[in-house]
């Protein structure tokens, strides 16, 4: 991958809902996704994010893996994340009686 791919950065931008800042993101160096991971409160803050859009991004930026890569369906396949909910077993899908009205 080319050192100055803006397309993750973009790609990123848009899954968490904040597309809108990619150009002012890009006008300032952040061109790919390391140097977005090194962007504080501060630095948002000072090109005008709004506060809770500064908050979705840096959430974002520290789920991040070290690596500055964007997670693939690979990796979601090979490392699956726990459920969260404890809503009981899964629910079973029950025949259909072919006779039913």
Request: charged share 20%; net charge negative.
């Amino acid at each position: 991958m080319p050192a100055e791919d803006p397309s993750q950065v973009l790609a990123f931008l848009q899954s968490i809902g904040l597309a809108p800042y990619a150009k002012t993101l890009l006008q300032e160096g952040f061109d790919t996704l390391e140097k977005l991971q090194e962007v504080t409160a501060d630095d948002a803050r000072e090109m005008h994010f709004r506060l809770a859009d500064r908050k979705v991004l840096l959430r974002a930026l520290a789920q991040l893996p070290a690596s500055g890569a964007l997670p693939t369906m690979s990796d979601a396949a090979v490392s699956p994340q726990p459920s969260t909910t404890s809503a009981g077993p899964p629910l079973q899908a029950q025949p259909q009686d072919p006779y039913a009205p």
